[in-house]
C-alpha cells in the first residue's frame, strides 16, 4: 500500500490541476470568448440594459394580462436559486387537492374546455420556462380581456411563438412564456404602473 | 404514445450504441497502450504524470497489486474531498459565500463522487462554492469514471493471456483513459453545449427585474464543464438541485438528445473495447443485444406507465394523456422515459423529470433497472465487467445442467471464479435490502420522509438501491441530508463499489493464470440466440427475485392503489 502512496499523492495533485483548474478555465475561456451570451446565461435585457431575466428560466406571472407559467416547487415559485420539484408521489393527498383548486380556478376563467395537464402540475426544475401551446390557447381569452386586445390576434401572436420538436420527434411543442409574454407587452402595451422612480 | 415518442426513444437508445461503437475501437487502442492521434498533444503530458508518479507504465500489476493501487488513489480521493468540503468556507472562489459542509454531508458526498454514485443530499446551488465544483467534483467525476475502466481493461487481459501473470498496470490504465478519451470529449462536448445554452462562468449569478417588477436571482456557475463530464463519466451529480430538468443544464431538446446519448455511449464503447481486446467481438455482440433489450423494455415500460391517467389529474378533471407532474414541457413522457431508463441502467443518476413523481411503476422500473447491477451499460468499463461476471454465472448454471466444467472466452471457470463471481453481485442485495430493511423501522431515519405508506418504502428502498448500485438519482422527496442517511447512504455507496471491484480483479488474477483453451464442440457457444435469453434470465432471476417482496410492498401496492382511485374518481 505504501509503495502505491507516491503515485496516488502525485497524480491527484496534477489531475486536480489538470482536470479541476486548467480544464473548467479553458472551457470558460473558450465559452466567453466564442459564446458569451450563453455562457452568462442568455440573459435578456430591457432598453435600458437592466436585466430582465434568463431567456432559458421561467419566472412568476401573476397577473391576469400576462401569460402564466406553470405551478412551480422552486422556493416560492420560479426561485432561480432554489430548483426543485415537488417530488409528490402520484397518490399524495397535498398534490391531488393542490390540482383540484388550481383546475377550479381554471375552470372558472375559461368553462367548457379542457384544462392542459401542465397547468396544474409543477415542474422538475420548478424553474420550466415553457408552457404547452394547448395551455397558451386556453389563456388566451384571459389575456384578451385584460388587454381590451382582439382574441384573434392574441392567438396569432401564440401560434408564432410555437416551437415546434426538432425534426418533428424531438422533444414536444412548446411556448416560452416569457417570450411570449415580452412580444405580448411589445404588441399590446399596458401602461405599467410605476412605483417610485428611486426605487431601481 | 404516439409515434414521435417511439422514435424519440428508439433513436435516443440506439444513437447512444452507434456511437459507442468508434468509440469502443479507440478506448481497446488507449488500454492496449498504442499511440493515437492525440499523441502529439497528450503523450508529453502522460509522460509528465508517469515521471512525477514514479511509475513505469509497461510494468504488468499482479490482480492484488493492481487492486491496492486502485483503493489507494480511490483513497487520496476520498481524503482530499472531504477536506475541500468540510473547508469550503476558507477556501478561495467562493463567491456565494458558502460555509463548510458538515462532517456527515462532506463524509457522504466524498464517497458519493469517489464512488461514481453522485447522490447528492444537498442541492447545488444552496451548498456548493464554485471551487468545490471544480476543484474536487469535476476532477473525481474523471478520475472515479477512468477508475471504473481500469477495471474492465484488466478482466480484458485476463482472457486474453495464455498462462500469464499480470493483468496491467493501474496507473497506466488510469492516466491513459482520463487523457485521451475523458478529457478530450468532455472538453469538445462542453464547448458544444455551451454554443446550445448551458452557462459557463465564475460568477455567482445575476438578479434580474422580471416583467412583473419583482427581483429573481439567478444562480450561475461554471456548469457545461462540470455537465459535459457529469455525463460521459457516467457520474450524475448536477450543478443544480433539479439536475438535468434544470434549464441551465439541459435547455432545449437537442441538448437533451446529447446529454442523454452521452450517458450510455462511453459504457457502450467499454463493451465493444472489452469486445476488441478479447477478440470476441460475436460473444460481446451478445452481451450488448442482452443489456440492449432490456433497456428498451425499461423504457418502453416507463413510457407506458407514464401515459396512464395519474389520480390526481383524473381528481382535478384536465387532461389526463400524460403524468406532467415533475416533467419539464420541452421533453414531456417520451424523453423522460428514455431518460429513466438510461440513467438508471447504466450508473448515471441525472434526472431530467423527478423520478418520486413517476406513476408508481415507472418509479418502480426506475428502482429495478439499478437492482439488475448497473449493467445496462452501466459504468464506462464497469458495466461490462459486472456484465461479464453475469455471463460467467450463465455459463456455470448451462454446464451444471449438462455435466461439464463450464468455459467463456476460452477460459475454464472453476470454482474460485464462481465464488468471486456470487461475492460481486451478492453484495448488492445485501445492502440494498439490508440497509432498507433497518431504515423502515428506524424513528431516526423515517423522520427523513416525505411520504407515509408505500411511497414512504419507497423513499427508502430507492435510497439505498440508488447508493448500494452507484447510480445517484433519487426518492427525492427524502431529506436526505441528517446523520443516519448521510453515514448509512455513504457506506452503501463504499460497499457497493469497492467489493466488486476487489471481487471482479480477484477474477481477472485467477483467470490470467490459466491457459487459453480453443472452443470444442462441448463448448456453450456464448453468441447466440440461447445464450442470450440465458443470460437475460440469469440477470432477472438475480435482480428481480430477490427484490421482489420489497417491491410488492412498495411500487407494487402502490399500482394498485393509483388504479383503485382512478377507477373510484371515474
Given at each position: 500500500m505504501l509503495s502505491q502512496l507516491r503515485p496516488a499523492l502525485v497524480s491527484m495533485g496534477l489531475f486536480t490541476a489538470l482536470l479541476g483548474l486548467a480544464y473548467p478555465l479553458a472551457v470558460t475561456g473558450v465559452a466567453q470568448a466564442a459564446f458569451p451570451a450563453q455562457a452568462n446565461g442568455s440573459l435578456i435585457r430591457d432598453a435600458g440594459g437592466r436585466i430582465i431575466g434568463s431567456a432559458l428560466i421561467g419566472q412568476a406571472f401573476a397577473k391576469p394580462e400576462y401569460f402564466h407559467g406553470r405551478p412551480s416547487a422552486a422556493g416560492n415559485g420560479y426561485d432561480a436559486a432554489a430548483?426543485?420539484?415537488?417530488?409528490?408521489?402520484?397518490?399524495?393527498?397535498?398534490?391531488?387537492?393542490?390540482?383540484?383548486?388550481?383546475?377550479?380556478?381554471?375552470?372558472?376563467?375559461?368553462?367548457?374546455?379542457?384544462?392542459?395537464?401542465?397547468?396544474?402540475?409543477?415542474?422538475?426544475?420548478?424553474?420550466?420556462?415553457?408552457?404547452?401551446?394547448?395551455?397558451?390557447?386556453?389563456?388566451?381569452?384571459?389575456?384578451?380581456k385584460a388587454r381590451g386586445a382582439p382574441a384573434a390576434e392574441v392567438e396569432a401572436l401564440i401560434e408564432a411563438q410555437v416551437q415546434q420538436p426538432l425534426l418533428g420527434f424531438i422533444g414536444q411543442p412548446r411556448i416560452n412564456v416569457l417570450a411570449l409574454n415580452r412580444a405580448l407587452d411589445a404588441r399590446f402595451p399596458i401602461i405599467p404602473v410605476r412605483k417610485a422612480a428611486s426605487a431601481g | 404514445m404516439t409515434w414521435q415518442g417511439w422514435a424519440e426513444i428508439a433513436l435516443t437508445l440506439s444513437l447512444a450504441v452507434a456511437i459507442g461503437w468508434p468509440l469502443g475501437v479507440f478506448l481497446s487502442r488507449v488500454w492496449n497502450g498504442e499511440k493515437t492521434f492525440l499523441a502529439p498533444v497528450m503523450r508529453p503530458v502522460e509522460t509528465l504524470f508517469y515521471k512525477a508518479c514514479g511509475v513505469d507504465p509497461t510494468k504488468?500489476?499482479?490482480?492484488?497489486?493492481?487492486?491496492?493501487?486502485?483503493?489507494?488513489?480511490?483513497?487520496?480521493?476520498?481524503?482530499?474531498?472531504?477536506?475541500?468540503?468540510?473547508?469550503?468556507?476558507?477556501?478561495?472562489?467562493?463567491?456565494?459565500?458558502?460555509?463548510?459542509?458538515?462532517?456527515?454531508?462532506?463524509?457522504?458526498?466524498?464517497?458519493s463522487f469517489v464512488t461514481n454514485t453522485n447522490w447528492?443530499?444537498?442541492?447545488?446551488?444552496?451548498?456548493?462554492?464554485?471551487?468545490?465544483?471544480?476543484?474536487?467534483?469535476?476532477?473525481?467525476?474523471?478520475?472515479?469514471?477512468?477508475?471504473?475502466?481500469?477495471?474492465?481493461?484488466?478482466?480484458?487481459?485476463?482472457?486474453?493471456?495464455?498462462?500469464?501473470?499480470?493483468?496491467?498496470?493501474?496507473?497506466?490504465?488510469?492516466?491513459?483513459?482520463?487523457?485521451?478519451?475523458?478529457?478530450?470529449?468532455a472538453f469538445v462536448v462542453a464547448v458544444v453545449l455551451v454554443a446550445l445554452g448551458l452557462p459557463q462562468t465564475l460568477a455567482a449569478g445575476v438578479t434580474a427585474h422580471t416583467l412583473e417588477g419583482a427581483e429573481q436571482k439567478?444562480?450561475?456557475?461554471?456548469?457545461?464543464?462540470?455537465?459535459?463530464?457529469?455525463?460521459?463519466?457516467?457520474?450524475?451529480?448536477?450543478?443544480?438541485?433539479?439536475?438535468?430538468?434544470?434549464?441551465?443544464?439541459?435547455?432545449?431538446?437537442?441538448?437533451?438528445?446529447?446529454?442523454?446519448?452521452?450517458?450510455?455511449?462511453?459504457?457502450?464503447?467499454?463493451?465493444?473495447?472489452f469486445g476488441r481486446m478479447v477478440l470476441a467481438k460475436k460473444d460481446v455482440r451478445a452481451l450488448i443485444i442482452a443489456a440492449f433489450v432490456l433497456l428498451f423494455a425499461?423504457?418502453?415500460?416507463?413510457?407506458?406507465?407514464?401515459?396512464?391517467?395519474?389520480?390526481?389529474?383524473?381528481?382535478?378533471?384536465?387532461?389526463?394523456?400524460?403524468?406532467?407532474e415533475g416533467k419539464e414541457v420541452r421533453f414531456g413522457a417520451p424523453a423522460t422515459a428514455a431518460w429513466v431508463a438510461m440513467t438508471t441502467g447504466a450508473s448515471n443518476g441525472s434526472v431530467n423529470g423527478m423520478h418520486s413523481s413517476l406513476m408508481p411503476l415507472g418509479g418502480g422500473i426506475a428502482m429495478f433497472l439499478m437492482q439488475l447491477g448497473e449493467i445496462l451499460p452501466g459504468g464506462i468499463g464497469s458495466g461490462v465487467a459486472i456484465m461479464v461476471v453475469m455471463a460467467l454465472l450463465s455459463v456455470f448454471v448451462a454446464g451444471l445442467m449438462v455435466g461439464r466444467t463450464p468455459e467463456y472466452l476460452g477460459k475454464k471457470v472453476e470454482a474460485r471464479e464462481i465464488q468471486f463471481s456470487i461475492l460481486a453481485v451478492v453484495i448488492i442485495p445485501l445492502s440494498m435490502l439490508g440497509f432498507s430493511g433497518i431504515a423502515a423501522v428506524l424513528p431516526e431515519a423515517l423522520k427523513g420522509l416525505m411520504h407515509s405508506g408505500p411511497h414512504g418504502l419507497s423513499e427508502i428502498l430507492y435510497a439505498y438501491v440508488s447508493g448500494t448500485a452507484n447510480n445517484g438519482s433519487a426518492f427525492a422527496g427524502l431529506t436526505a441530508n441528517a446523520p443516519w442517511w448521510n453515514?448509512?447512504?455513504?457506506?452503501?455507496?463504499?460497499?457497493?463499489?469497492?467489493?466488486?471491484?476487489?471481487?471482479v480483479l480477484a477474477i481477472a488474477g485467477?483467470?490470467?493464470?490459466?491457459?487459453?483453451?480453443?472452443?470444442?464442440a462441448g463448448t456453450l457457444p456464448t453468441d447466440g440466440g440461447l445464450f442470450i435469453g440465458l443470460l437475460i434470465g440469469v440477470i432477472l432471476i438475480l435482480g428481480g427475485l430477490q427484490f421482489f417482496p420489497a417491491m410488492a410492498l412498495g411500487p407494487i401496492v402502490e399500482h394498485f392503489q393509483a388504479l383503485g382511485a382512478v377507477a373510484a374518481l371515474r
Open positions: 430548483s426543485s420539484g415537488s417530488n409528490m408521489g402520484p397518490l399524495n393527498d397535498k398534490l391531488i387537492d393542490r390540482e383540484k383548486t388550481d383546475a377550479a380556478a381554471l375552470r372558472a376563467e375559461n368553462p367548457g374546455v379542457v384544462i392542459p395537464a401542465d397547468a396544474v402540475t409543477t415542474s422538475a426544475s420548478g424553474l420550466d420556462p415553457d408552457i404547452s401551446p394547448a395551455n397558451a390557447r386556453f389563456q388566451a381569452p384571459r389575456v384578451a | 504488468s500489476q499482479s490482480w492484488h497489486a493492481y487492486a491496492v493501487a486502485l483503493l489507494a488513489f480511490n483513497l487520496v480521493g476520498f481524503v482530499l474531498v472531504y477536506a475541500v468540503l468540510r473547508l469550503q468556507g476558507v477556501l478561495p472562489l467562493n463567491p456565494q459565500g458558502f460555509s463548510g459542509l458538515s462532517g456527515h454531508l462532506a463524509f457522504n458526498t466524498a464517497f447528492q443530499s444537498y442541492a447545488g446551488e444552496a451548498t456548493m462554492s464554485t471551487l468545490s465544483q471544480m476543484l474536487v467534483l469535476t476532477v473525481q467525476n474523471f478520475v472515479s469514471a477512468a477508475t471504473g475502466a481500469t477495471v474492465a481493461a484488466a478482466l480484458a487481459r485476463a482472457f486474453v493471456a495464455n498462462r500469464g501473470e499480470g493483468v496491467g498496470n493501474f496507473w497506466a490504465d488510469l492516466i491513459r483513459t482520463t487523457l485521451y478519451l475523458l478529457l478530450p470529449l439567478i444562480s450561475l456557475y461554471a456548469v457545461a464543464s462540470q455537465e459535459a463530464i457529469k455525463m460521459l463519466g457516467i457520474n450524475g451529480g448536477g450543478i443544480f438541485n433539479a439536475n438535468s430538468a434544470h434549464p441551465f443544464e439541459n435547455p432545449t431538446p437537442l441538448t437533451n438528445l446529447i446529454t442523454a446519448v452521452s450517458i450510455n455511449t462511453l459504457g457502450w464503447a467499454a463493451f465493444f473495447a425499461g423504457a418502453a415500460g416507463v413510457y407506458a406507465t407514464e401515459t396512464q391517467a395519474p389520480p390526481a389529474q383524473v381528481a382535478a378533471k384536465v387532461d389526463t394523456s400524460v403524468n406532467m453515514v448509512t447512504l455513504g457506506i452503501a455507496m463504499a460497499l457497493g463499489r469497492f467489493l466488486p471491484i476487489v471481487a485467477s483467470l490470467v493464470a490459466k491457459p487459453k483453451l480453443a472452443p470444442t
